[in-house]
């Protein structure tokens, strides 16, 4: 049977259609129920449904194919059995395997019928949350749910990193409102407002609800970007010049003092993070993953991770971009675009001679492809120019943005 971990909002989606919280939907939806609730609001059936539940799988798992869905720890969570494919897109019902693991408030994530048979008959107020409740808003709903001789059920919508610290706000609001009920709920928000509120409300339903008050947004402030963690990543061909200016970039910083750096370089991780990968398209993915975790891990403390990789592939270096941003941090893309002209002129290590002799195979920029980055927020030449001037635009770029002072 195929493995396949989804992303974190398709397994944040998954845990609400295995516990019932997404119900009538008992798996991922049919490009036709996609496409409808897309147009109308509503599945193909005719019934309200706010926003597509889709799943995205490699393209080689045909129709039919029984796949089970994996945790980032590598436990088994559900199957999926593929019914039909959409372009990247899956859909098929789930099952569960196993019971899930969850961490920090593990007790709180209770199910919609667990959570209905413990509360009382009568009018339920579900008050569901994206950030804290200020004083203001506590009020309104301890008036609202006195108007209506209601329970008041506090829904915490988990999803992030923030989500232990929006339970800990839940349960500080509970004690202001007495016989009130905690359940985390992991609904990960929605980009258009109006849809993240319907589905808000239809999940609410489920949990026994009759009646819904969204929380207001969160107020987002971030800290000052000296403060925030940042990835600063090089790609481009090999002998462009890339690892020669990011340990330039390391020393200058390191000189500078203010920030815990960590120098990421391509030719190092292989022999140590990535040790045994071979260079398949595969294992370079797998090889820039690893990098990019790593990455992401040192940013979210606040630290500055600096990567200089060849990363080859458009897709992959999206994939660190999404890691990194996740955790609350920042990602600097910097493509070193000497031409291979350049490149294969300077040759340190012989290896573009190797290639085109035919003595390693799927070479960058050779025998296999480079995509070059269309979103890079600095792109270098370093032909005819010394490591001093190329070190000294990226640094412009990190003091204009105001990473560093």
């Known amino acids: ?73 590598g436990a088994a969570v559900a199957t999926l059995t593929v019914e039909e494919r959409d372009g990247h897109h899956a859909a098929g019902p789930v099952a569960a395997l196993d019971a899930p693991a969850f961490g920090p408030f593990a007790r709180l994530r209770r199910t919609p019928d667990e959570v209905r048979k413990d509360l009382p008959d009568g009018e339920i107020l579900a008050v569901t949350m994206r950030g804290p409740l200020d004083s203001a808003v506590l009020e309104d709903v301890a008036a609202t749910a006195e108007e209506l001789e209601a329970t008041v059920l506090l829904m915490p919508l988990v999803f992030g990193e923030s989500g232990p ?83 330039g970039l390391r020393d200058a910083l390191l000189e500078r003092g203010g920030r815990t750096i960590t120098y990421l370089d391509g030719d190092v991780v292989r022999r140590l993070l990535s040790a045994g990968l071979t260079f398949s398209r595969e294992d370079r993915d797998l090889n820039i993953r690893r990098i990019g975790f790593v990455a992401a891990e040192v940013a979210r403390h606040g630290g500055l991770a600096i990567c200089a990789p060849i990363a080859p ?4 270096r999206d994939e660190v971009r999404d890691m990194v941003e996740e955790v609350g941090a920042d990602f600097l893309l910097v493509h070193v675009a000497t031409p291979l002209e350049e490149c294969e002129r300077r040759d340190r290590k012989g290896l573009y001679a190797k290639a085109r002799a035919g003595l390693i195979p799927e070479f960058t920029g050779i025998s296999d492809p480079y995509e070059e980055p269309d979103d ?29 002072r």
Do not use: Q
């Not at 709920?185 to 589905?199: G, K, M, S, W, Y």
């Not at 207001?216 to 090999?238: D, E, M, N, Q």
């Not at 592939?313 to 992959?316: R, S």
């Not at 890079?376 to 990226?394: F, H, M």
């Open 1 to 73: 049977m195929t493995e396949w971990t989804p992303d974190a909002r398709e397994l944040a989606d998954l845990e609400l259609l295995l516990s019932g919280a997404f119900a009538p939907l008992t798996g991922f939806l049919t490009s036709a129920d996609a496409n409808a609730v897309a147009e109308t609001g509503r599945l193909s059936d005719g019934t309200p449904w706010p926003d597509p539940i889709t799943l995205a799988l490699p393209d080689d798992i045909p129709p039919g194919a029984r796949v089970t869905l994996m945790d980032p720890e």
């Open 165 to 247: 610290a929006l339970v800990r706000a839940a349960l500080k609001a509970s004690e202001r409102l007495p016989g009130s009920t905690v359940v985390a709920v992991p609904l990960a928000p929605r980009e258009d407002t109006e849809i993240d509120l319907e589905l808000r409300e239809h999940v609410a339903r489920n949990y026994g609800a009759t009646e819904h008050y969204a929380g207001p947004a969160p107020v987002v402030i971030p800290g000052p970007p000296h403060r925030r963690g940042l990835v600063v990543f090089f790609t481009g061909l090999s002998g462009s010049g890339k690892s020669t200016v990011a340990r």
């Open 313 to 316: 592939y458009a897709a992959t």
């Open 376 to 404: 890079a927020e600095l792109v270098l030449d370093t032909t005819g120019v010394t490591v001093e001037r190329s070190v000294n635009a990226v640094l412009n770029l990190l003091t204009s943005g105001g990473w560093i």
